[in-house]
């Protein structure tokens, strides 16, 4: 029976690159999107040709009803999730001193909240197992904070502890918790960037190249395979050597 993975934002980018990756070796995999019907569609299509089974669920990550609906359809299709990626994001560029109140909340509420609803909401049929593996999709600037980005580093630095306490308490139940902290990556997050400062940014990357969604879809999907077993609590860096 293949392990099943639920996958937050997988319609684009990162995620969809996961998605494709779990596909591609046979997994099941629940292609979450918010927004994208479309894109979802042809991302679980992909998957469907190439040997794997998916089936996209639309739920923002941030309403918990949407994403107590999400893991029944998972049970329901295929038992349970064994795996969840919780990958889904936003971010903004903009000045401590504008961010307002609600923009505050509604970061904090997909980029954070979001990860304790998936996990929450997924964690028994692991438990029940005694088996299971999170991965949560943090970012560098949660390291090492971004200048204009306070509340994007302040809650992938929140996804960061999540992962370390968490991992020390579901141990004993056989699951693992780790996240991912990606550097500079192609995809549509960056996309307001213009062409300058990308370059200023490929140029600080000693690996001399901006990351792909496949560089970090690698390591998600180490860290959910049996060779990533001994592996939690750990934040494991995708960035080119950026951050060191
Ligand atoms: P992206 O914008 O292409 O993907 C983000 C995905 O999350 C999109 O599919 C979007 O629809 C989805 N999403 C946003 N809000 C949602 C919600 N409320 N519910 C469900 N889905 C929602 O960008 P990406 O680079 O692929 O981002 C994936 C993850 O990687 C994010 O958590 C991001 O913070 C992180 N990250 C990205 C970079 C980078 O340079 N691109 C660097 C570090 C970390």
């Not at 996958?7 to 099941?28: Q, V």
């Not at 107590?68 to 971010?91: H, P, Q, R, S, Y």
């Not at 999907?221 to 960035?239: D, M, Q």
Request: proline residues 4%.
């Amino acid at each position: 029976m293949p392990e099943t993975v639920i996958i937050t934002g997988a319609s684009r980018g990162i995620g969809r690159a996961a998605a494709l990756l779990f596909g591609k070796n046979g997994y099941n995999v629940i292609v979450n999107y918010s927004s994208s019907a479309d894109k979802a569609e042809e991302v679980c299509s992909e998957i469907n040709a190439s040997g794997g089974c998916a089936y996209p669920f639309k739920a923002d990550v941030s309403d918990r009803a949407a994403v107590d609906g999400m893991t029944a359809f998972a049970a329901e299709k295929f038992g349970g999730a064994d795996i969840l990626v919780n990958n889904a994001g936003i971010a903004e560029q903009i000045m401590f001193c504008d961010i307002t109140e609600e923009k505050w909340d509604r970061l904090f509420a997909v980029d954070v909240k979001g990860v304790y609803n998936c996990t929450q909401s997924a964690l028994p049929h692991m438990v029940h197992n005694k088996y299971g593996r999170i991965i949560n999709v943090s970012s560098m600037w949660g390291i090492t904070g971004a200048s204009c980005e306070v509340h994007y580093s302040a809650a992938k630095a929140a996804v960061i502890g999540f992962t370390k306490a968490l991992a020390k308490e579901l141990g004993p139940s056989g699951i693992t918790v780790n996240a991912v902290a990606p550097g500079v990556i192609a995809t549509e997050m960056n996309s307001r960037l213009d062409p300058e400062t990308m370059d200023a940014l490929r140029e600080e990357t000693p690996l001399e190249r901006i990351g792909t969604p496949e560089d970090v879809a690698e390591t998600i999907f180490f860290l959910a395979s049996p060779r990533g077993a001994f592996i939690t609590g750990e934040t494991i860096s995708v960035n080119g050597g950026f951050v060191i």
